[in-house]
């Protein structure tokens, strides 16, 4: 089992997944995202 951070479309967010397979359909999401540039970095 492999845990993969992927990119959405409009590249303001990475979200996270674990792979159990190769098939698109055994890529299940862990329901955690970051932002790739934060608004407020202090």
């Known amino acids: 089992m492999n ?3 992927m990119k959405n479309r409009k ?3 990475i ?5 159990l ?3 698109q359909t ?3 999401s862990m329901g955690i995202f ?3 540039k934060p608004k407020n970095l202090k």
Not at 15 to 19: A, F, G, P, R, S
């Open 34 to 36: 970051i932002y790739v």
């Open 26 to 28: 055994q890529r299940l």
């Open 3 to 5: 845990s993969i951070g």
């Open 21 to 23: 397979g190769h098939s």
């Open 11 to 13: 590249g303001d967010k």
């Open 15 to 19: 979200h996270y997944y674990y792979d």
